[in-house]
């Protein structure tokens, strides 16, 4: 059974582009993933200031292999590095569990610090599931 995370990120709106530019700075890297299965970042369109990042794996242990591979090392690295040389702090909180960020709510103090200024994690069985029909 497929479990979902949802990282919750609180993101004020001068700091939205800046979010969205390391997520895509960052593209690719978690597709590889053993058990990997989708990604989304989601935009808040009204009425919040929180963007959802929505991962999808095949497994529990999946995830968590994920968060502990040198990949997702890698990404963090490459994000306080990108974050560094701009004078922005990488958003370490922006994305937890789908390989884009560290421990939730904890940024690395570079620049202007992290993109968000909160996160939470949200976990899911996926239970039932349907798409579109051939």
């Known amino acids: 059974m497929s479990v979902v995370k949802i990282n919750v990120l609180t993101v004020p709106a001068e700091m939205r582009e800046e979010l969205e530019r390391r997520f895509s700075n960052r593209a690719g890297m978690v597709e590889?993933?053993?058990?990997?299965?989708?990604f989304?970042?989601?935009?808040p369109v009204e009425g919040t200031d929180r963007?959802?990042?929505?991962t999808r794996w095949?497994?529990?242990?999946d995830f968590a292999r994920w968060t502990e591979s040198q990949a997702?090392?890698?990404?963090?690295?490459q994000a306080a590095a990108e974050?560094?040389?701009?004078?922005?702090?990488?958003?370490?909180?922006?994305?937890?569990g789908h390989g884009h960020g560290a421990a939730a709510g904890q940024g690395h103090?570079?620049?202007?610090?992290?993109?968000?200024?909160?996160?939470?994690?949200?976990?899911f069985e996926v239970v039932q599931s349907t798409?579109?029909?051939?």
């Open 51 to 54: 963007y959802m990042v929505y």
């Open 72 to 77: 997702f090392q890698r990404g963090h690295a």
């Open 32 to 38: 590889a993933a053993d058990g990997f299965e989708w």
């Open 131 to 134: 798409g579109p029909k051939a």
């Open 109 to 123: 103090g570079h620049g202007q610090g992290p993109a968000a200024s909160g996160s939470e994690i949200w976990s």
């Open 40 to 43: 989304e970042l989601l935009r």
């Open 83 to 96: 974050a560094g040389a701009q004078g922005h702090g990488h958003g370490a909180a922006a994305d937890r």
């Open 58 to 61: 095949r497994s529990e242990e």
